[in-house]
């Protein structure tokens, strides 16, 4: 356990874990200072619990003077002002995973940990819903929306987490006992300011494998599968494909682990894992393998994958209405995560659009095009969409709908509605992010959901 007795710590961000960060710092007996961009109840608290604050668009002047290390929040990226000031004087720069890690007793839990471009939160609860099958006292936490700093370490067996490449990428000694890598694929290219630092982030995420941990990757992701062969130390590889020996995979529907043991050991059937798609079949082989590295009994993998319950807005049939299924995948926040969605049925009207965040749409769109009945686009990157439509699928209608109040969601849903067929599926799978428009994915999920309602209705 890192000794903050006496030291000054600068915690950038005032939200749910830099909040989090200040009270475990101020009972450790830290010199905490808090900014924040704005006043709040939070700030309040903090500056009540013994915490200077600082409230400002941009750090002022001096705010460095006498600080020790600094916790950022994800939004401080590599290139920002904060961030750069720190590194050139000096000073540990590190995220709340990286502090808890720090803060670990003798007795803490074993963190399990999850990655990747798209799926971390679906593996990571279904890894939580294994381990509860097992009999293990856990939970799902991290980069999932609850902080593993301030955590009761007696309350718990072993720990599920979800980490981003935000997260890793403000990490330095963070090592979990085992660690997937979902898949890698164009997405925060403008934080991290490149694919290469991106991947680079993520692989952090087997930075315990060297020390006889486990490192879980994806071999059907050819990015991914050239950076586990690297991986100094065991890996274990997952396919959907029937596996080798240091693999599971699937074999005539059944999750078969051929890694943890010397004989195959069937994990379940492919037909029970929920939600639909080859995607989350790869999710829950992830999970599997991360159980199995902690010595997860196989009938525990197959119980804990067959009770599991999904996440909302994650490729969830809201209704049929006329025959067609209207289908909430607004988690799928950037292309990768689109096609995943887009792959599950062969006919589609697509919702899509928000903020691509610098990535480019074209692959996508032309792999899909044979699938699209249709199209309806929204968000501030809209155009980007529609010239690629264009350029890949130019004989697929497509809906523009530029308005961004209340009711644009009911406009987009009409608009579907009116090209579609039945057995055809509308599909909100935007490929972008939500916030030019909504409060996040979930808002925008909920807004079709009730638009969709009110056309049954």
Same mark, same amino acid.
């Given at each position: 356990m890192t000794a903050y007795a006496g030291r000054h710590v600068l915690v950038a961000g005032a939200a749910v874990a830099g909040a989090a960060s200040a009270r475990a710092l101020l009972a450790r007996g830290a010199t905490v200072t808090v900014l924040d961009r704005r006043d709040s109840e939070g700030l309040a608290a903090l500056r009540a619990a013994g915490a200077a604050v600082v409230v400002a668009e941009t750090p002022p002047a001096g705010l460095l003077d006498g600080i020790d290390e600094v916790v950022v929040s994800p939004g401080f990226a590599p290139h920002s002002p904060l961030a750069r000031a720190a590194l050139a004087a000096g000073l540990p720069v590190y995220a709340e995973p990286e502090l808890a890690w720090r803060l670990r007793g003798p007795a803490a839990p074993g963190w399990l940990a999850v990655t990747g471009t798209n799926g971390k939160t679906t593996t990571t609860t279904m890894l939580a819903s294994i381990l509860r099958a097992a009999g293990k006292r856990t939970a799902a936490l991290g980069n999932i929306g609850e902080p593993l700093v301030g955590l009761d370490e007696a309350a718990y067996d072993v720990l599920a987490v979800e980490l981003s490449s935000f997260q890793l990428h403000w990490s330095d000694t963070l090592a979990p006992y085992a660690g997937a890598l979902l898949n890698l694929a164009d997405d925060h290219l403008d934080w991290h300011g490149g694919f290469d630092a991106y991947a680079g982030a993520k692989e952090a995420i087997w930075r315990g494998a060297p020390g006889g941990g486990v490192a879980v990757g994806n071999l059907d992701d050819p990015r991914v599968a050239a950076r586990l062969l690297a991986v100094s130390g065991r890996s274990v590889g997952v396919t959907l494909g029937e596996p080798e020996r240091g693999e599971l995979g699937v074999v005539d529907g059944v999750l078969v682990d051929r890694a943890f043991d010397d004989d195959a050991v069937e994990l379940g059937t492919a037909a029970a894992v929920r939600p639909a798609g080859a995607h989350n079949l790869s999710n829950a082989l992830h999970a599997a393998a991360l159980a199995r590295a902690y010595g997860v009994p196989a009938g525990a993998v197959a119980a804990g994958l067959a009770g599991y319950t999904p996440e909302?807005?994650?490729?969830?049939? #809201?209704?049929?209405?006329?025959? &067609? !299924?209207? %289908?909430?995948?607004?988690? +799928?926040?950037?292309?990768?995560?689109?096609?995943?969605?887009?792959?599950?049925?062969?006919?589609?009207?697509?919702?899509?659009?928000?903020?691509?965040?610098? #990535?480019?749409?074209?692959?996508? &769109? !032309?792999? %899909?095009?044979?699938?699209? +009945?249709g199209a309806v686009l929204l968000g501030v990157d809209r155009v980007d969409i529609a010239r690629a439509l264009a350029r890949h699928a130019p004989a697929v209608r497509v809906v523009d709908v530029a308005r961004t109040d209340d009711g644009a969601m009911g406009e987009v849903v009409r608009a579907a509605s009116a090209m579609a067929a039945p057995g055809d599926t509308v599909l909100l799978a935007p490929a972008a992010a939500s916030l030019d428009m909504f409060r996040g994915y979930s808002h925008r999920g909920d807004a079709f959901a009730a638009a969709v309602a009110e056309l049954a209705g």
């Open positions: 909302p807005h994650r490729n969830a049939l #809201v209704a049929t209405v006329e025959g &067609v !299924a209207y %289908v909430d995948d607004s988690k +799928a926040t950037n292309p990768h995560a689109a096609f995943a969605s887009l792959a599950t049925y062969p006919r589609v009207v697509w919702i899509a659009g928000g903020q691509l965040k610098g #990535v480019d749409i074209d692959d996508l &769109v !032309a792999t %899909v095009a044979p699938r699209l +009945a």
